[in-house]
């Protein structure tokens, strides 16, 4: 299989995992930036105490979906379980240490 394809899905895996869906919930729902208010840590807690349950539950399963569809497409493509471990590491690393 050629390297080129795993190596670009394992890149947007990553980029796809930095996007703060936090943040996307605080715009949304118009409460403060979590990374500036309550705990200052842009988390699905946070959230719930400065939005509620809504936005929190928005930012949970926009942060598992983060994780999930990059696997998914990376698995319709065909790459094997190596590459596919490789995505879901890539999409977990984007969200714990974010690009933007």
């Known amino acids: 299989m050629d390297i080129l394809l795993p190596l670009l899905i394992i890149v947007a895996a990553y980029l796809f995992g930095s996007i703060s869906t936090a943040v996307i919930a605080s715009k949304l729902f ?19 105490r400065l939005g509620g ?13 983060k994780g999930l569809l990059p696997v998914v497409i990376a698995k319709s493509v065909g790459l094997d ?10 999409a977990t690393l984007g969200h714990l240490y974010p690009v933007f």
């Open 81 to 90: 379980d190596f590459w596919l471990v490789c995505v879901a590491i890539a």
């Open 30 to 48: 118009n409460f403060p930036d979590p990374r500036l208010s309550g705990s200052e840590n842009p988390g699905t807690t946070n959230v719930l």
């Open 53 to 65: 349950k809504l936005p929190a539950a928005f930012t949970l399963v926009g942060d598992m979906l």
